[in-house]
């Protein structure tokens, strides 16, 4: 095979593939999560909803609605102590991220996000599941 053939398929190839993650995405998911919960803690739901995807910004479409949504179903997010990141990994377009916490009794909690790159580069959270964590007291 030619060289020039050769590094036509590797480019083919490459464009076909999907995209591999970068060393700095797992800090942004670090980043986007820890700056969400933060702005859970101290009540900044304006700051909480901007780290939402278009997806569920249409589902809850001001900060407002967003927020009573996420004290309902979600509480463990609000007051989350004891945060710790398991790891990383590449998801569909996106990334998963299960991330432990404790609720404000000592529960113990994981709560997996997903996470997106959007068309400007950003990264926003796509979802979130929470499951009790391994914990015999939860």
Known sequence: MSR????????????LAPP???????????????SQLRAFKAGDGVAAYSFAAPSIKAMF???DVFMSMVRNG????????????GPMRAEGEGFRQDVNMTDA???SYIA??????????????TSCSIRKGDDFSA
């Open 4 to 15: 020039r053939l050769l590094a036509s398929a590797l480019i083919a190839g490459a464009l």
């Open 20 to 34: 591999a993650a970068r060393a700095d995405d797992s800090g942004d998911v670090r980043s986007v999560i820890s």
């Open 61 to 63: 479409p001001s900060p």
């Open 74 to 85: 979600y509480s463990v997010v609000v007051e989350a102590n004891n945060v710790t990141f």
């Open 105 to 107: 009794e000592g529960h």
């Open 112 to 125: 997996s996000y997903t996470l997106a790159r959007q068309p400007d580069g950003s990264l926003k959270i």
